[in-house]
């Protein structure tokens, strides 16, 4: 079935031992890294066991894209969701009681609605699969209320495996996921919960991502120099902290040639839609965001991920990171960090809602990435590490790249405490860290002489050092704990370790700053997760040739372009040059249904047949230049696709046991739904409930445009 329907010769790592076990009954919490192979852990199982995989998903922005994908490879699949009216959702539910579906697809508020048990009791369900598991511990990046409530699925149906999966989990939230699921691992434990489940860990290491954290100076010029250089032409995604933010970055790009289009809970949801429709259906586009966008989205071939702004957590960073490379082709995770990241995430802290114990967790998720960012040694290894994986130096990121350097900064920071210090008792004053660094450099401002700081003791006692130099001293102070931000206006203060360290009673060691980083590129160095098909001087047009007819037929049929193959295979047809169906159907990816779809199509461009549509360029010619009006004039109110072509019937997957219902095509029987109404939330819900919003409520602590 593996290379039947999906086209694979071989499973990876684990996929095998999970499939044979969730087959055979028993339930499974799956720990995988994005672009593991997760969902043929659940795919396969509902397509050999009898009856109808039920998915959880928490977006339903992207449920007809999974449809898609899947109706492309002959699976019978459809969804439920808010975004259909009655007749759309009957038809969809006749389909599942007639046996008529391979996989269906809900959202977890679904479930609420007691019309969902009750349909769900009417039929037969081969497994419950539970998707971006993290979402149900309470106090990870991405907390859904909804999710707590699936614990109940074993307790009424007992005799249905349940496997839930997710990318991102330390070992306290894998815990967190596995108590409030019910799937505490037992010993041995197979089928029925009486036994446990079983747990699957897999690596989480992404070893064709290539993880790079620069200083932060002028962000958007370097942004901009990372897409002319490394990745030009290549689709990405920006991740910036606020809407204001988002929207001036995507101008910004605009204006210099890059298609890129914003992203955020405060457009419209119909902007949001074609945006997210055009990222998805589109080569190239660069998607500038909050971080209101990405989860669940399938896109392989997203070439890098940026950070403008420094993420909350390793976890968001990690999640947020994983969106690129999903194909195994090398990638870029790119990040630029400053003394201001570190001073704006502490005050927000601070003035976050919560209590003390709340205050608390937000500081150590901060602390962990601070260290990310500040470590000399390899960013892998200390990434594996935070998720309780022991790894070796990569080879693959910057600091294994160009080692940076460690210096003794035990005397710099001696200074900048004694100065703090000294402000504090003397005057009775604090200040923000460019009047330290000002008083330190010996500079005589206006500020200055106002509060006559020149007269100070430590006045021009840090000539020695540039004001970038001590604006890295300070920022590593603070990822130190040695001094913080406190107050109205962020000025610096003492924490519970800087008296010590003022006295000098241990060694303060500092990472050098490096005037420019040096660049490193993606394509040329470093591991990657899946050998990356080399092309010749005559595959590469070939090559192109096959992505221009790929883009046509995607088109066409209203389908992302990776649903009709990833570049990955496309590259491997370009280098092989197959010349009949038989050599085709070898190639990585190619199943029983998508050579008998497209096999003709591929072969007519490789005999050197004009690529339909391949004149057309990736962006629209009518397209505007502004990215707040990105959208073509012709409504696409929906985030999701029309559907598919109907699969041959022939290629119906269903092996172990075939159902008896004539196999359909699920675009037959889940129709695309209706645009939701301006401003409506893009998670599903009942009918009589809005859903929960794109995004977790802003903290009113948060400066007002802030996404998180």
Request: aromatic share 6%; net charge neutral.
């Amino acid at each position: 079935m593996l290379k039947r329907v999906f086209g694979y010769d071989a499973f990876r790592g684990n996929q095998a031992d999970i499939i044979d076990h969730v087959v055979g009954g028993g339930d499974a919490l799956v720990l995988m890294p994005t672009g593991g192979g997760k969902s043929l852990c659940y795919q396969i199982p509902a397509l050999v066991r009898d009856g109808v995989g039920v998915v959880v998903s928490p977006l339903i922005a992207l449920m007809q894209d999974q449809v898609d994908a899947l109706t492309a490879l002959g699976v019978r699949a459809g969804f439920l969701n808010s975004t259909q009216d009655g007749q759309q959702r009957r038809e969809v539910e006749a389909a599942f009681l007639a046996g008529e579906l391979d996989l269906l697809y809900l959202a977890p508020e679904r479930l609420r609605v007691e019309s969902t048990p009750r349909l769900l009791d009417r039929g037969t369900i081969s497994l419950f699969a539970i998707d971006e598991a993290h979402c149900v511990a309470q106090w990870g990046h991405d907390f859904r209320p909804d999710y707590l409530a699936l614990s109940e699925l074993h307790e009424r149906w007992p005799a249905v495996p349940r496997i839930a999966l997710t990318a991102t989990a330390t070992e306290a939230t894998h815990a967190e996921i596995a108590t409030r699921l019910n799937l505490v691992e037992t010993p041995g434990g197979g089928a029925g919960s009486a036994r446990g489940a079983r747990h699957f860990v897999a690596s989480f290491d992404r070893p064709n991502i290539q993880y790079r954290i620069a200083p932060k100076d002028e962000p958007r010029r370097q942004l901009l120099d990372l897409l002319r250089t490394e990745h030009p032409g290549d689709a990405g995604i920006v991740y910036c902290l606020s809407r204001k933010s988002v929207e001036q970055t995507a101008e910004f790009l605009v204006a210099q040639g890059v298609t890129a289009l914003p992203y955020h809970a405060g457009l419209d949801a119909r902007v949001r839609a074609r945006n997210q429709s055009r990222f998805l259906r589109e080569d190239g586009v660069v998607m500038v965001a909050t971080i209101a966008f990405g989860m669940g989205i399938d896109k392989p071939d997203v070439r890098f991920v940026a950070h403008l702004d420094l993420p909350k957590s390793v976890e968001g960073y990690y999640q947020e990171t994983g969106r690129a490379g999903r194909d195994g082709l090398p990638s870029t995770a790119w990040l630029a960090y400053g003394l201001q990241d570190v001073v704006q995430q502490r005050k927000m802290i601070d003035d976050s809602e919560g209590d003390r114990a709340h205050r608390q967790r937000l500081g150590q998720h901060l602390d962990a990435m601070l260290a990310l960012c500040e470590t000399v040694g390899c960013r892998r290894v200390q990434l594996l590490n935070y998720f309780g994986q022991r790894g070796e130096p990569c080879g693959n990121c910057d600091t294994c790249l160009t080692p940076p350097e460690s210096w003794d900064g035990t005397v710099a920071a001696q200074k900048v405490l004694s100065t703090v210090f000294r402000l504090k008792s003397e005057r009775n004053q604090s200040f923000g860290t460019g009047q330290i660094i000002d008083i330190l450099r010996g500079k005589r401002t206006p500020k200055v002489e106002q509060f006559r700081h020149d007269s100070l003791s430590v006045f021009g006692i840090g000539v020695d050092l540039s004001d970038g130099e001590w604006r890295g001293v300070i920022r590593q102070l603070m990822a130190q704990g040695l001094i913080a931000v406190g107050g109205a206006y962020s000025t610096v203060v003492f924490t519970e370790s800087s008296r010590a360290a003022m006295r000098g009673e241990h060694q303060v060691m500092l990472r050098r700053e490096q005037p420019k980083q040096a660049r490193t590129r993606t394509r040329a160095s470093g591991r990657a997760g899946a050998a990356q098909v080399e092309l010749s001087g005559e595959a590469a047009p070939v090559f192109e040739r096959l992505r221009a007819w790929r883009g046509a037929t995607a088109k066409e049929q209203g389908v992302p372009a990776y649903v009709i193959f990833h570049d990955a295979t496309l590259r491997e047809i370009a280098a092989r040059m197959p010349a009949d169906l038989g050599a085709l159907g070898t190639i990585s990816g190619i199943g029983e249904n998508k050579l008998a779809k497209y096999g003709e199509g591929v072969l007519g461009v490789l005999a050197g047949a004009p690529a339909e549509g391949a004149e057309a360029p990736d962006q629209p010619a009518d397209a505007p230049d502004r990215p707040e009006a990105a959208a073509p004039s012709a409504p696409a109110p929906s985030a999701v696709a029309p559907k598919a072509a109907p699969a041959p019937k022939a290629a119906a997957p269903k092996a172990a046991a075939p159902k008896a219902a004539v196999p359909k095509a699920a675009a037959s029987k889940a129709p695309a739904p209706k645009a939701p109404a301006p401003g409506a939330a893009s998670w599903g819900g009942p009918d009589d409930d809005p859903g929960w919003p794109e995004e977790s409520p802003e903290d009113p602590g948060y400066p007002d445009d802030y996404e998180g």
